[in-house]
Nanobody, 124 residues
Framework: QVQLVESGGGLVQAGDSLRLSCVAS????????MAWFRQPPGKEREFVAY???????FYGNSMKGRISISRDNAKNTLSLQMNSLNVEDTAVYYC??????????????????WGQGTQVTVSS
């Protein structure tokens, strides 16, 4: 059974940084592409960042330039470093696994497994 468990969310002030983590189990993490999505209040889930098994990365426009996605295969852990946070970054952040080797996708439906999410709230 695949489990993805996010952590690191919280309440921060505008301009602060935050690092999210996602620990995976039940899958071949080193052979699985991973991504971060977020869902702001009242809005649809949106793509944030992607990393494939070769550490190639791709970022969505919403946070590009302020974030960095990385993975530690030895610890089955996916990370998202977020800097210069603003109020518009308030959302539930999810990690997702794409077990099919089919390249980057911005669509949630293309991902096989999801974590429960971690809340990030940015105050002004």
């Amino acid at each position: 059974q695949v489990q993805l468990v996010e952590s690191g969310g919280g309440l921060v002030q505008a301009g602060d940084s935050l690092r999210l983590s996602c620990v995976a189990s039940g899958l071949a993490f080193n052979n699985t592409a991973m991504a971060w999505f977020r869902q702001p209040p009242g809005k649809e889930r949106e793509f944030v960042a992607y990393i494939n098994v070769h550490d190639w990365t791709f970022y969505g426009n919403s946070m590009k330039g302020r974030i960095s996605i990385s993975r530690d295969n030895a610890k089955n852990t996916l990370s998202l470093q977020m800097n210069s946070l603003n109020v518009e970054d308030t959302a539930v952040y999810y990690c997702a696994a794409r077990r099919v080797q089919a390249g980057v996708s911005l669509w949630p439906a293309d991902y096989d497994d999801w974590g429960q999410g971690t809340q990030v709230t940015v105050s002004s």
